[in-house]
């Protein structure tokens, strides 16, 4: 299954009419109303509104990225390569499953094949990711695979270390727990020495 449903150039700005707006509100009202919160108050009175606007930007990863199309030919000589990471980049998601927020940090590496990236743009994938509905598995799966599809590199790993409050504000109220996961794509998947220089990294 393929987790780029479309390249990141090609996905559309969202566009909600006020009417839309207006009836989502009301919805938003309604639902705060009935779990306990006071609307008629000077603090309350527009917290449907900034509770939708706020949901809204936290998703904005679903308008897409023009900005990750610019890449530049890669500055090594013959076979050499050297491994190249960034992070930590912080990020904040919404689990798909509660609509709660996790929240950590993300590495990114990438052995260049012709092609190298510019360092802000992997901060950029990352985000774009994150500011979706999401489950942090996937979320590191889209990572490595949009960078795989931008600058066909020999290897991209990805570290991902989150905070859950799915976890923590809900269910078995775990407050110290974190989640990590990592993938490899290429050269990393087939050599070890090579995830392990990623991984000291991290330290």
């Not at 009301?26 to 705060?32: M, P, T």
């Not at 927020?101 to 360092?119: D, K, L, N, Q, W």
């Amino acid at each position: 299954m393929s987790v780029l449903p479309l390249p990141v150039h090609e996905a559309s700005p969202r566009r909600l009419a006020d009417a839309e707006w207006e009836r989502l509100e009301r919805n938003a009202a309604e639902i705060l109303s009935a779990f306990g919160m006071d609307l008629d108050t000077p603090g309350t009175r527009d917290t449907p509104a900034r509770f939708l606007r706020a949901l809204y930007d936290a998703t904005a990863g679903y308008d897409g990225d023009p900005k990750l199309l610019t890449s530049f030919p890669a500055e090594h000589r013959g076979d050499a390569q050297g491994l190249i990471v960034e992070g930590p980049i912080g990020f904040h998601a919404l689990c798909e499953h509660h609509a709660l927020p996790f929240h950590g940090t993300a590495h990114v590496a990438y052995v260049a094949g012709s092609e190298i990236i510019g360092i802000s743009k992997l901060t950029r994938i990352v985000r774009l990711y994150a500011r979706r509905f999401t489950v942090q598995e996937r979320m590191g799966e889209q990572i490595a695979d949009t960078l795989v599809d931008l600058i066909a590199p020999r290897g991209v790993a990805v570290h991902l270390d989150a905070a859950h409050l799915c976890t923590q504000m809900r269910g078995v109220e775990e407050d110290g727990s974190r989640t990590v996961t990592t993938v490899w794509r290429g050269a990393f998947a087939e050599d070890a020495d090579l995830r392990r220089e990623f991984l000291l990294h991290l330290r």
